[in-house]
């Protein structure tokens, strides 16, 4: 392995390297570091790491409008269900128009 003393800033070649990142095992200097999730990365490796972050939680909002979706449709069918079951359980008079038109009381 090469001492990082004799290397230079891959961005900035007239700089000394501080660190080697690990994912492109490039050598930069203090100000093209940065210490992530406790590793030094370039900004060009910080950016790939945390685009692979957000994917992951695009994948989580995604999952969780579908399942909130699902769950809405079933809320709305298990509705629609119990008012079904209260109409067919109900009395004949009151699919007749026997409640609705029965002639309304007048007092005088």
Known sequence: MT???????????????????????RSFCRECVIEHEDRVLCITCLRQAAGSSREGTRRMAR????????????TAWFFFFLVGEWLS?????????????APSIRIE
């Open 89 to 101: 359980k109900s009395p004949n008079s009151f699919h007749r128009d026997e409640i609705w038109n």
């Open 3 to 25: 001492a990082i003393v004799h290397e230079r800033c891959f961005n900035h070649g007239g700089r000394e390297a501080a660190a080697r990142c690990p994912e492109c095992r």
């Open 63 to 74: 999952f969780w409008n579908v399942a909130f979706a699902l769950l809405g449709l079933l």
